[in-house]
């Protein structure tokens, strides 16, 4: 199991960047592939981008597709989204996710494939 713990939420204006990061404890988080998920009020969870252990290959959700990039420092447990153009449509809970299985890459991650999820933090964005 992983603990995750995520960061850099916050209130900005439409156009703005802005960059999540996720801390990771235990030895292991370098062998599961990573996810960010978001959700907004009335609406089901939503993929965002996924990344494997390595970081040679992404996914993105096609809703912030071309916008954002995911990342991670395996040296520091960290996985980081950055999201670049914001828009109102954006807002949500933001988070971090770690796959059930280690060692593994899914080329449609989904929600239920993720088994380790940190508690989320707010983005919103203002018009």
């Known amino acids: 199991q992983v603990q995750l713990v995520e960061s850099g939420g916050g209130l900005v204006q439409a156009g703005d960047s802005l960059r999540l990061s996720c801390a990771g404890s235990g030895r292991t988080f370098s062998s599961y592939a990573m996810g960010w998920f978001r959700q907004a009020p009335g609406k089901e969870r939503e993929f965002v981008a996924a990344i494997t252990i390595t970081g040679g290959s992404t996914a993105y959700g096609d809703s912030v597709k071309g916008r954002s990039t995911i990342s991670r420092d395996n040296a520091k447990n960290t996985v980081y989204l950055q999201m670049n153009s914001l828009k109102p449509e954006d807002t949500a809970v933001y988070y971090c996710?770690?796959?059930?299985?280690?060692?593994?890459?899914?080329?449609?991650?989904?929600?239920?494939?993720?088994?380790?999820w940190g508690q989320g933090t707010q983005v919103t964005v203002s018009s």
């Open positions: 996710a770690a796959d059930s299985q280690p060692f593994r890459w899914l080329r449609n991650p989904r929600a239920v494939d993720f088994g380790s």
